[in-house]
């Protein structure tokens, strides 16, 4: 499926990064309908983890290449979102129904607002600055 466009920022590696992340919680919703998340909950953790971190790390460099004004809050919002992660996997180390459905409302939300918020924001930034190189 491809990504809502709602979400789109325009910038193939970042709508690729989000729909990969987008795609994981997906994932889960859809397993814990059918009351198989069980499974499912360590691997979206661990993933999530990992995934993030090279993710925001990447959204990182381009700010930086670019010097985007919002660039402190922007990875101020990412490491906060890091340590949300750490303190939940930390407090989940098992499956719990509960743990499950926080992981979708929490996580997964903050990922939609973040992208929506912060990240399309970005994303029309680098653009501007791609094309701005382009035309040179
Ligand atoms: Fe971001
Ligand atoms: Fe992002």
Same mark, same amino acid.
């Given at each position: 499926?491809?990504? $809502?466009?709602?979400? *789109?920022?325009?910038?193939?590696?970042? $709508?690729?990064? =989000?729909?990969?992340?987008?795609?994981?919680?997906?994932?889960?919703? #859809? &397993?814990?309908?059918?009351?198989?998340?069980? !499974?499912?909950?360590?691997?979206?953790?661990?993933?999530?983890?990992?995934?993030? !971190? =090279?993710?925001? @790390?990447? #959204?990182?460099?381009?700010? %930086?290449?670019?010097?985007?004004? &919002?660039?402190?809050? =922007?990875?101020? #919002?990412?490491?906060?979102?890091?340590? *949300?992660?750490?303190?939940?996997? $930390?407090?989940?180390? !098992?499956? @719990? %129904?509960?743990? @499950?459905?926080?992981?979708?409302? @929490?996580?997964? *939300?903050?990922?939609?607002? =973040?992208?929506?918020? $912060?990240?399309?924001?970005?994303?029309?930034?680098?653009?501007?600055?791609?094309?701005?190189?382009?035309?040179?």
């Amino acid at each position: 499926m491809p990504l $809502d466009a709602k979400y *789109e920022t325009g910038v193939v590696w970042q $709508d690729f990064q =989000h729909k990969q992340l987008i795609d994981l919680f997906k994932k889960i919703r #859809e &397993a814990r309908a059918q009351k198989k998340d069980k !499974n499912l909950f360590r691997y979206t953790l661990a993933f999530l983890a990992m995934y993030v !971190n =090279h993710h925001f @790390s990447l #959204e990182e460099e381009y700010m %930086e290449k670019y010097q985007y004004p &919002a660039k402190d809050a =922007h990875h101020r #919002e990412h490491q906060g979102f890091v340590k *949300e992660i750490k303190a939940f996997r $930390d407090e989940n180390t !098992n499956y @719990s %129904e509960k743990a @499950s459905e926080d992981l979708l409302n @929490s996580m997964g *939300e903050w990922i939609l607002t =973040h992208i929506l918020e $912060d990240d399309q924001k970005l994303g029309q930034f680098v653009l501007e600055k791609e094309q701005l190189h382009l035309r040179v």
